[in-house]
């Protein structure tokens, strides 16, 4: 099919909700506003595309709670605040994704970042101007960011408020990022402010592994003392 919008002319929304099939035109939305893929009453289920590439961006946050899937194509979110993927976020064949927030992306219990042989990225806060109580990239319990041969790179800034917990990028206890041979690389700033608190870097409760010639790369700077 023709898809929707194109790479250089993506189509301009202002919706609230999102769910869409590009076919092999593949998807390019930039949504002014929040925006959640699923939760519409009609036909269709998440964001689908054959074998095309699937971008979206929001001025404010997204919220995944129905399934992206671009088989061997690319998937690019892209929001000026959240990114929270609640559901799967899949691509196979050497497909890549890239996972871009202005403030916090949040990786919840069943969610799953995956691809075959493609890189994955994630970044959240990286220019460290979002403000409040936030860990950059957060992957929660039972959540899973993971590659078959794919090098993952997560890169999170932690928020300016003075509560607890500002991390850069923080696994919960049975959160995990893995891959079978490709390098992984967490890089964490904590944010925080006061005397006190407790803001680090990269905080790692689960699992992060990777087999074979993979390496395996921590850079962690804590917060403010």
């Not at 769910?19 to 939305?29: F, V």
């Not at 559901?87 to 890549?96: A, E, I, K, N, P």
């Not at 490709?182 to 409760?205: D, K, M, P, R």
Request: no cysteine; proline share 0%; glycine share 20%.
């Amino acid at each position: 099919s023709a898809g929707i919008g194109a790479s250089g002319n993506m189509l301009s929304t202002a919706i609230n909700n999102l769910e869409a099939s590009g076919g092999s035109g593949g998807i390019n939305i930039a949504n002014t506003g929040d925006v959640t893929v699923g939760g519409m009453s009609g036909s269709l289920t998440g964001l689908s595309a054959t074998n095309s590439n699937i971008s979206l961006s929001a001025t404010s946050d997204i919220i995944v709670n129905e399934a992206i899937n671009s088989g061997t194509a690319n998937i690019i979110l892209n929001a000026m605040d959240d990114v929270t993927i609640n559901t799967s976020v899949t691509v196979t064949g050497s497909g890549t994704i890239d996972i871009d927030a202005g403030r916090g992306l949040t990786v919840n219990g069943g969610g799953a970042v995956a691809s075959a042989s493609g890189a994955i990225v994630l970044n959240a806060n990286v220019a460290g101007t979002a403000t409040g109580f936030f860990s950059g990239v957060f992957v929660a319990n039972s959540a899973t960011v993971s590659s078959t041969t794919g090098e993952i790179t997560v890169t999170g800034r932690g928020g300016d408020a003075v509560s607890n917990g500002n991390h850069g990028v923080h696994l919960e206890d049975t959160a995990a990022i893995t891959s079978q041979g490709g390098n992984i690389t967490l890089t964490g700033q904590a944010g925080g402010a006061g005397a006190t608190n407790f803001h680090e870097g990269v905080i790692i409760g689960g699992d992060v592994t990777t087999t074979g010639s993979g390496n395996i790369t921590l850079n962690g700077t804590g917060g403010s003392t």
